[in-house]
């Protein structure tokens, strides 16, 4: 008697090995690293990805500080190899994009202290810092900054203060600000605009030119 294809003694059909079922299995099958070739590869995947880590740090931090930070990410996985076995690191790409954000973090909470610092009319070297205003428009910025802060402090709340060295002299975003000071990037918004009609005042602004014409 012949069999149908649904009848209980039927021959199953062969089971499709799918592409990612092969993929899992691949990776089953794959060895453990070494500790030097877990280095050698987390190296490689920070160095070839290049551009990508370069996006990553820059969603925290405008374009001029990246290559920057991409460098102190460098140092610290060259730290950490210092002090933890490299091949216990399962998520390269995620291990590396951590090191990536904190490191932005890291740079945000200079900016703050730098913006702190010159509001409250010290300088880096006071605090026992070097200067960090290294390219021109920071310098350019911050001179113009300090001859007209005095003002700025008398018009200002500290808050306000503050948000308008960061936009103004740092150059950071909304955001950017937001994350250095723990605020929301619409609160930095809203600080930042009333710091600007507090300086936009016609009394405020011929305070400003007097300064400014007194320094020439």
Not at 11 to 31: D, E, F, G, M, Y
Not at 52 to 77: A, T
Not at 78 to 85: N, P
Not at 109 to 138: I, Y
Request: charged share 30%; glycine share 6%.
């Amino acid at each position: 008697m012949t069999q149908t294809a649904g009848s209980s003694g039927s021959i199953p059909a062969p089971r499709r090995t799918t592409k990612a079922a092969s993929l899992r299995q691949a990776i089953t099958r794959k060895r453990t690293l070494t500790e030097a070739e877990a280095r050698e590869e987390i190296l490689r995947q920070f160095e070839s990805r290049r551009s990508y880590w370069f996006s990553v740090i820059g969603r925290k931090l405008p374009k001029r500080y990246v290559e920057d930070v991409y460098g102190q990410v460098g140092v610290r996985i060259a730290e950490d190899f210092s002090k933890h076995d490299a091949s216990t690191i399962k998520d390269i790409g995620g291990y590396i994009a951590t090191a990536c954000i904190r490191c932005a973090a890291d740079q945000l909470r200079r900016h703050k202290t730098e913006a702190e610092a010159l509001k409250n009319g010290k300088t880096q070297k006071s605090m026992g810092h070097p200067e960090v205003f290294t390219d021109h428009d920071s310098v350019v910025a911050r001179e113009g900054y300090l001859r007209v802060r005095e003002v700025m402090a008398d018009v200002l709340t500290d808050r306000q203060h503050l948000i308008y060295v960061l936009r103004h002299v740092k150059e950071l975003n909304s955001p950017e600000i937001g994350d250095a000071l723990g605020i929301s990037a619409a609160l930095a918004r809203k600080e930042l605009s009333a710091a600007q009609k507090a300086l936009d005042r016609e009394e405020v602004k011929q305070r400003l030119r007097s300064v400014l014409s007194e320094e020439r």
